[in-house]
C-alpha cells in the first residue's frame, strides 16, 4: 500500500473533482474501471489523493474527454504508456503540471468569487 506520507500533497475526492473539472462520481467511477486509480482512505473512509493519484485522473481525463476514447481504449492507452500503471510525477512535464495546476487554481478561485457574488 502506498504510504500517503511519501507524497507531500494530499487532496480529497471534493478538490480533485475541482482541479479537473469532473464530478466526484465520476472519479469513483473511474476508480472501479482504472485498477491503477486507487487513493487511499483516511481512518473516516475519505479518499486522500496524492500527487501521483492526481496525475493518473488527469491523464485519464485527457484520454477520455480530449482523445474521446472508450474505457477499455484509455485503459489500453494507459498501460501502453505506463506498462506498470504507475504515472511518475517527473514523467509530466514541469510546464504543463504548473500551466495545469495554475489554471485549476484561478478556475476555483473564479468560482469561488462567483458563489460570494451570488449571495
Do not use: C
Not at 510525477?89 to 487554481?105: M, N, P, R
Amino acid at each position: 500500500m502506498q504510504d500517503i506520507m511519501a507524497d507531500s500533497e494530499a487532496y480529497s475526492i471534493k478538490e480533485v473533482s475541482l482541479i479537473v473539472d469532473e464530478e466526484q462520481h465520476v472519479l469513483r467511477y473511474w476508480e472501479r474501471e482504472f485498477a491503477f486509480l486507487n487513493p487511499q482512505k483516511n481512518e473516516a473512509g475519505n479518499r486522500i489523493y496524492t500527487s501521483t493519484d492526481l496525475t493518473i485522473v488527469k491523464e485519464l481525463k485527457r484520454l477520455i474527454r480530449t482523445e474521446r476514447k472508450t474505457i477499455q481504449e484509455a485503459r489500453r492507452g494507459f498501460l501502453e504508456q505506463y506498462p506498470d500503471g504507475t504515472v511518475h510525477i517527473g514523467t509530466v512535464s514541469k510546464d504543463e503540471s504548473h500551466a495545469t495546476s495554475d489554471l485549476s487554481q484561478i478556475k476555483f478561485e473564479l468560482e469561488e468569487i462567483i458563489k460570494k457574488l451570488r449571495t
